[in-house]
């Protein structure tokens, strides 16, 4: 067990050590069960937390506003639009000043080359602890949750279980790529064998379309030689899904290859074979896992009988956010 969180950032997924993030589990878990059993748990009186958004967010504003309410303290939302961000505020400025106001600063900024600089900068100037909410890099909060929910699933032991990490298609928008790169990252350093699916064909001359980051895709490398797990990457779906313990398929923006909104459209659309579907869910093992972080695009990334269906965890894992964070923040802002 580690013990050494007080006043650090949690911004990218490999920011905590594998045994911090054990403890950061253990920490979760006894924080589930004493919200189940209606156990006060006050940690943070008196605390405050900024929750800095500069996209809209559904789970991570709740579960973290609850969260901060259920340990003693008050989250405060800021609305980026409602500052002074667009008036010049920088963010050095930000970090001094919020920092001097706040225990600690939740920040979600996902704009593409610049939300992960955005944070650290904010980080380098706070006082207190930053938090990652999401950025174009990482969503390390999305992630711990994620490896939450397979470890009450599927157990501790998750040497040889198949995780897949898929790409889908979706027609709302370029999503950013920051849950599957955290997904490589934390997924590789616990156990199991990560299989990463997605378009296009690897022939040479074709462009990089889905490809996550090159350094990201270094480090879950990494990872997987240094935990002696299986890491592999596919442009087959079907091939991915086969005999798969968890499948957590979800769309991303081709941002490596383009960031115009039309363009990224047309790459997405050439795909639109890529949805989770029972047919495809036939493929895993009979008692797979069905992830999502969501919001999903119900009828193109998945079915409704899959999202809704047997295999999905999507309710136990948004749930999870609420613990996983509470833990951090506890451990970082005490
Ligand atoms: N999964 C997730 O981060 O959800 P929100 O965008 O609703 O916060």
Same mark, same amino acid.
């Given at each position: 067990?580690?013990?050494? #969180?007080r006043g650090? %950032?949690?911004? *990218?997924?490999? %920011?905590?050590?594998?045994?911090?993030? &054990?403890?950061?589990?253990?920490?979760?878990?006894?924080?589930?069960?004493?919200r189940?059993?209606?156990?006060? /748990?006050?940690l943070?009186?008196?605390?405050?937390?900024?929750?800095?958004?500069?996209?809209?967010?559904?789970?991570?504003?709740?579960? #973290?506003?609850? !969260?901060m309410?259920?340990?003693?303290? +008050?989250?405060?939302?800021?609305?980026?639009?409602?500052?002074?961000?667009?008036? !010049?505020?920088?963010a050095? &400025?930000?970090?001094? @000043?919020?920092g001097?106001?706040?225990? !600690?600063?939740?920040?979600?900024?996902? =704009?593409?080359?610049?939300?992960?600089?955005?944070?650290?900068? $904010?980080?380098?100037?706070?006082?207190?602890?930053?938090?990652?909410?999401?950025? =174009?890099?990482? +969503?390390?909060?999305?992630?711990?949750?994620?490896?939450?929910?397979?470890?009450e699933?599927?157990?501790?032991?998750?040497?040889?279980?198949?995780?897949?990490v898929?790409?889908?298609?979706?027609?709302?928008?370029?999503?950013? @790529?920051? $849950?599957?790169?955290?997904?490589?990252?934390?997924?590789?350093?616990f156990?199991?064998?990560?299989?990463?699916? /997605?378009?296009?064909?690897?022939?040479?001359?074709?462009?990089?379309?889905f490809?996550?980051?090159?350094? @990201?895709?270094?480090?879950a490398?990494?990872?997987?030689?240094?935990?002696?797990? *299986?890491?592999?990457?596919?442009d087959?779906?079907? &091939?991915? #899904?086969?005999?798969?313990?968890?499948?957590?398929?979800?769309?991303?923006?081709?941002?490596?290859?383009?960031?115009?909104?039309?363009? *990224?459209k047309?790459?997405?659309?050439?795909?639109k074979?890529?949805?989770?579907?029972?047919r495809?869910?036939?493929?895993?093992?009979?008692?797979?896992?069905?992830?999502h972080c969501?919001?999903?695009?119900?009828?193109l990334?998945?079915?409704?009988?899959?999202? %809704?269906?047997?295999?999905?965890?999507?309710?136990? &894992?948004?749930e999870?956010?609420? +613990?996983?964070q509470?833990?951090?923040m506890a451990?970082?802002?005490?």
């Open positions: 067990m580690q013990t050494n #969180f650090r %950032d949690f911004i *990218g997924d490999l %920011d905590f050590s594998k045994e911090e993030v &054990e403890t950061v589990l253990d920490v979760a878990w006894d924080l589930k069960r004493k189940a059993l209606n156990e006060s /748990h006050a943070l009186r008196d605390k405050t937390l900024a929750m800095l958004f500069f996209f809209t967010s559904t789970r991570t504003r709740g579960s #973290f506003e609850a !969260g309410a259920q340990l003693g303290g +008050h989250a405060a939302f800021i609305d980026s639009e409602t500052t002074q961000i667009s008036h !010049g505020d920088t050095k &400025e930000i970090g001094e @000043i919020l001097r106001y706040y225990d !600690g600063l939740a920040i979600r900024q996902c =704009d593409w080359q610049f939300g992960n600089k955005y944070e650290n900068e $904010v980080a380098r100037a706070s006082r207190a602890p930053v938090l990652n909410m999401q950025c =174009d890099v990482y +969503h390390p909060f999305q992630c711990l949750a994620d490896i939450m929910t397979v470890i699933k599927k157990g501790r032991d998750l040497r040889k279980k198949k995780v897949v898929s790409w889908a298609y979706a027609a709302s928008y370029s999503k950013p @790529i920051s $849950v599957p790169q955290s997904l490589i990252l934390q997924m590789t350093r156990g199991c064998d990560v299989v990463l699916a /997605h378009p296009p064909e690897f022939v040479l001359a074709h462009p990089p379309e490809k996550l980051m090159p350094e @990201i895709m270094d480090m490398r990494e990872n997987a030689k240094k935990y002696k797990v *299986g890491f592999e990457v596919t087959n779906m079907d &091939e991915a #899904f086969k005999d798969a313990a968890v499948v957590y398929p979800k769309s991303w923006g081709p941002l490596l290859t383009t960031t115009g909104k039309e363009d *990224g047309a790459l997405i659309d050439k795909y074979s890529w949805i989770t579907d029972e495809r869910m036939k493929l895993t093992k009979d008692d797979s896992i069905y992830m969501l919001p999903a695009d119900r009828g990334e998945v079915t409704d009988g899959v999202i %809704d269906g047997p295999h999905s965890v999507v309710y136990d &894992e948004a999870n956010r609420l +613990h996983a509470k833990a951090v451990l970082t802002m005490s």
